[in-house]
């Protein structure tokens, strides 16, 4: 296929982030479907290590490669830790500020449940994994386009290995999105929005592309940064249990199962 053809080439790069972008978001949707009932536990596991690996093993990698300083592409890992950090509080704060108000409700109705049971707090950190998510998806298809400019069959090879390394990481998200919302079957709509913005990568870099490559590292970077919050902070802290030993080594080989997905795959990028 002649990718000199602009029609052709724009044609490409929709196809191409289309599937890699919100395909991945369905086939993992899937297979998070199979197991999460029985696993969640184990899923909460393979969600920290997926997230974790893309982080160090995949987004920041990509973002040192470029030219810019590594004292200020760290910077801007810690500003956006901060910043999730705050994100995080503001939702807690929203949900607390409703609960408030849901008691008050419940006081002034007179019912009769005094001894009701409270419902595990959902982890929080779920429009974190979104924006996160949005910008990894953001750089994806600015890379697919840019393979696409190259010529087809890197263009077609670029797309397969984003396609391959999102799913790992998407059964990640999903984990998160469903513990932290009320409503866990929008979980996978909204990680889908999130994927489409690969599209929008995708046509933003072959409209501008040229001359802004320079952009590209922060985002990854502030990407990188909202998936080590939510594994640290929100993630493996459900973990910390007192567990027995047969429990913990499953654990821990969840753990490591979501860190090699993600290795392995990135290998073929």
Known sequence: MNMHEPTALILCVLIGTVVSGVGSVWVAWVLVQAVMAKYTQHLLSLAAGALLATAFLHLLPE????????????????????????????????HGHEHHH???????????????????????GGWTVLFGDSLHCFGDGVLVAAAFM?????GLVASL???????????????????SSS??????????????????????????????????????????????????????????????AAQTFAQLLWLATGMAMVAVTSQFR
Do not use: C
């Open 63 to 94: 973002a040192f490669e470029g030219s810019q300083s590594p004292r200020t592409l760290f910077a801007t890992l810690l500003i956006g830790i901060l910043f999730f950090f705050l994100l995080d509080k503001a939702e807690l704060w929203h």
């Open 161 to 179: 290995a984003v396609w391959t390394h999102e799913v790992p990481h998407h059964m990640g998200d999903l984990v998160v999105l469903r513990s």
């Open 150 to 154: 190259a010529n087809f069959q890197v």
């Open 102 to 124: 849901e008691h008050q409700r419940h006081e002034h109705s007179g019912h009769e449940h005094h001894g009701h049971t409270h419902h595990a707090t959902p982890i929080s």
């Open 183 to 244: 409503n866990p079957g929008s979980a996978v709509i909204k990680l889908s929005i999130a994927g489409a913005v690969t599209v929008l990568g995708g046509v933003i870099g072959l409209l501008l592309l040229e001359g802004h490559e320079a952009e590209l590292p922060y985002l990854l970077t502030l990407a990188s940064s909202s998936y080590i919050y939510v594994s640290l902070a929100d993630l493996i802290p459900q973990l910390q249990k007192r567990l027995s």
